[in-house]
């Protein structure tokens, strides 16, 4: 079945270095992507997507691109922040067709001053 | 619009007590889902809804049951709490996009801590 499968974290940064979080898929077709992130304490929200093949989603100078050679929808940023420090998931959509979202495990991002 | 809202945010239970988790949204959205998180665990759906009247179980509900007489509330019941349901408890709501399936974003509540004893 379909599923996605993250870098283990946690993973810890000083402020300012730059940020790859791994995320391959396996599924029929060409799903749309996405990353949700958690902040501490709160529920989660969507970060960005991808619709389709080639697209690149970015919010809040985060960018993951839409791979199908490599099925992978990579999280990255130039630069991180200590307000960065969250839980992300990526996330792809159940083929239900029930709204239902398989989620990865999650990826801890510490960052350090 | 507030969201999702999810009532209360922290409870503790004695084992074998009974309660209800209320989740609300005022997005007039179709689909609702209850999840539970735990540490290592990632996000597990417990059960969801893709309509007023309709619920359907996900990958973890035994021992919760759900209710949605009214489109914008979705109800988790916990009939007799044990201490394994001790967990971060997440409503989510969404909305498909007729014609682009899979597309639609999930809006999380603030999540619902509760601790069995």
């Known amino acids: 079945g379909d599923s996605v499968t993250q870098m283990e974290g946690p993973v810890t940064l000083s402020e300012e270095a730059c940020l790859t979080i791994n995320c391959t898929y396996t599924a029929t077709g060409y799903p749309s992507l996405f990353w949700y992130v958690q902040y501490p304490g709160e529920g989660l929200q969507l970060l960005l997507k991808a619709t389709k093949a080639d697209d690149k989603g970015s919010n809040k100078g985060f960018e993951a691109t839409y791979r199908k050679e490599t099925t992978s929808f990579h999280l990255e940023k130039g630069s991180v922040q200590v307000s960065d420090s969250a839980v992300y998931f990526c996330a792809l959509p159940d083929p239900s067709n029930t709204g239902k979202l398989i989620f990865g495990q999650g990826t801890t991002l510490q960052v350090k001053p | 619009n507030a969201g999702v809202t999810q009532t209360p945010k922290f409870r503790v239970l004695k084992t074998g007590q009974s309660m209800t988790l209320l989740c609300a949204q005022d997005?007039?959205?179709?689909?609702m889902y209850w999840y539970r998180q735990d540490p290592g665990m990632g996000l597990r759906l417990i059960h969801y809804s893709v309509g007023e009247g309709t619920t359907a179980k996900g990958e973890v509900p035994d021992g919760y049951n759900v209710s949605r007489l009214k489109k914008q509330n979705f109800l988790l019941g916990l009939e007799s709490a044990a201490p394994s349901q001790t967990s971060v408890y997440f409503c989510?709501?969404?909305?498909?996009?007729?014609?682009?399936?899979?597309?639609?974003?999930?809006?999380f509540g603030p999540g619902t801590r509760l601790t069995v004893l």
């Open positions: 997005m007039n959205h179709e689909y």
């Open positions: 989510a709501s969404s909305y498909p996009v007729r014609g682009a399936w899979g597309t639609d974003t999930q809006y």
